[in-house]
T-cell receptor, first 111, second 115 residues
Framework: GQQVMQIPQYQHVQEGEDFTTYCNSS?????IQWYKQRPGGHPVFLIQLVKSGEVKKQKRLTFQFGEAKKNSSLHITATQTTDVGTYFC???????????FGQGTELSVKP | ETGVTQTPRHLVMGMTNKKSLKCEQHLGHNAMYWYKQSAKKPLELMFV???????ENNSVPSRFSPECPNSSHLFLHLHTLQPEDSALYLC??????????????FGSGTQLSVL
């Protein structure tokens, strides 16, 4: 069945450093979504990408959807302590399959 | 506040108990979901309801029984659970009827411990 893999599982950075998490699917996706879950909190929707090669920015966050629509990345420039949390990607295959979540990347930021 | 309210926030139960988790959404959405989040594992989809009709049952053991009396309320009835069922149970809702590409709004979750 469809699998969504996310790497790395953990990332520890110094405040001000950049951070990237990668998401790879075993099948072609119709769309990819990204969520952020703060420690002790619940997942909060960040963005959805639909088009091949799409790039979207939200302030210091840059989201990309691969040309083949099988991978995606989230890049944070100059991390801040408020960026701490777990970032999840979630994708649905283009056969009408259900939304599958990656296992998340837990980001910690040292001030 | 996401507009999705879950109660209780924490629940401790024995393996012989029967309890229910409640979820209410105030967003006018048409689909509601139950997810299980265990430590070190991805969110696992359990059940999906679209317009009060169950459209997804993801091979969940029968000791978990969902109920959706209307488009705003969703319950998860629990009985004879096992310790490995301890997890954070998250309710979510989405606006449209199609459940594969909709933005999800999550509740705060119920942290369940089974002793």
């Amino acid at each position: 069945g469809q699998q969504v893999m996310q790497i790395p599982q953990y990332q520890h950075v110094q405040e001000g450093e950049d951070f990237t998490t990668y998401c790879n699917s075993s099948t072609t996706l119709s769309n990819i979504q990204w969520y952020k879950q703060r420690p002790g909190g619940h997942p909060v929707f960040l963005i959805q990408l639909v088009k091949s090669g799409e790039v979207k920015k939200q302030k210091r966050l840059t989201f990309q959807f691969g040309e083949a629509k099988k991978n995606s990345s989230l890049h944070i420039t100059a991390t801040q302590t408020t960026d701490v949390g777990t970032y999840f990607c979630a994708g649905a295959d283009n056969q009408g399959g259900k939304l599958i979540f990656g296992q998340g990347t837990e980001l910690s930021v040292k001030p | 506040e996401t507009g999705v309210t879950q109660t209780p926030r924490h629940l401790v139960m024995g393996m012989t108990n029967k309890k229910s988790l409640k979820c209410e959404q105030h967003l006018g959405h048409n689909a509601m979901y139950w997810y299980k989040q265990s430590a070190k594992k991805p969110l696992e989809l359990m059940f999906v309801y679209s317009l009060e009709e169950r459209v997804e049952n993801n091979s969940v053991p029968s000791r978990f029984s969902p109920e959706c009396p209307n488009s705003s309320h969703l319950f998860l009835h629990l009985h004879t659970l096992q310790p490995e069922d301890s997890a954070l149970y998250l309710c979510a809702s989405s606006q449209g009827r199609q459940t594969t590409n909709e933005k999800l709004f999550f509740g705060s979750g119920t942290q369940l411990s089974v002793l």
